[in-house]
C-alpha cells in the first residue's frame, strides 16, 4: 500500500532491525522501545487495523499469534515456571486498534514487549 511505512518495511525500502521473517510475517525490533525487549509483529500483507481482518485472514492472525512466544524466548523474554504455579519473566503482546486504541500505524501489528521493568508507559 502506498505511503505506508510498515508496507516499506516490508519491501525493504526503508531499514528495519528484522528478527524474524518467512511469506507471510515480517518481525523487527520498535524504532522507539518501551523496554529492553519491544518487537513488532507484522503481516506482510496490508490490513488497516485488526479490524479490517476477515475471515480468510485467520491463519496470519493465528501466526501472529503463535510466532510472538518463539520471539519472546529468543530475546530472553520466556515466563519461567517457578513450581508454585507462577512465573518470573514473560512479556507482553499487545494489538492497539484505531484511535481510541492508541493505534499510530495503520497497517497491523502485535507489540511484543519484554525484558527488566520498568517499561516506558506500561505496567
Ligand atoms: P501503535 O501505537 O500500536 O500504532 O505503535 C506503532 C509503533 O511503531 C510505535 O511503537 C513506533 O515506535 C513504531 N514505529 C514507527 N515507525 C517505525 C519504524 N520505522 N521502525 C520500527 N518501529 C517503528
Ligand atoms: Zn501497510
Not at 30 to 50: G, N, R
Not at 97 to 109: I, K, P, S
Request: charged share 20%; aromatic share 6%.
Amino acid at each position: 500500500m502506498d505511503n505506508c511505512i510498515f508496507c516499506k518495511i516490508v519491501a525493504k525500502q526503508i531499514p528495519s532491525s528484522v528478527v524474524y521473517e518467512d511469506e507471510t510475517l515480517l518481525a523487527f525490533k520498535d524504532i522507539h522501545p518501551a523496554a529492553p525487549v519491544h518487537l513488532l509483529i507484522i503481516p506482510k500483507v496490508h490490513l488497516d487495523t485488526l479490524s479490517s481482518a476477515q475471515p480468510e485472514h485467520e491463519g496470519v492472525l493465528g501466526k501472529m499469534l503463535a510466532l510472538a512466544p518463539k520471539l519472546a524466548a529468543e530475546h530472553g523474554c520466556a515466563p519461567v515456571p517457578q513450581g508454585d504455579g507462577k512465573y518470573t519473566g514473560g512479556y507482553k503482546t499487545l494489538i492497539n486498534t484505531g484511535a481510541d486504541g492508541g493505534q499510530e500505524v495503520y497497517h497491523l501489528h502485535m507489540h511484543v514487549i519484554g525484558g527488566p521493568k520498568p517499561w516506558r508507559g506500561l505496567s
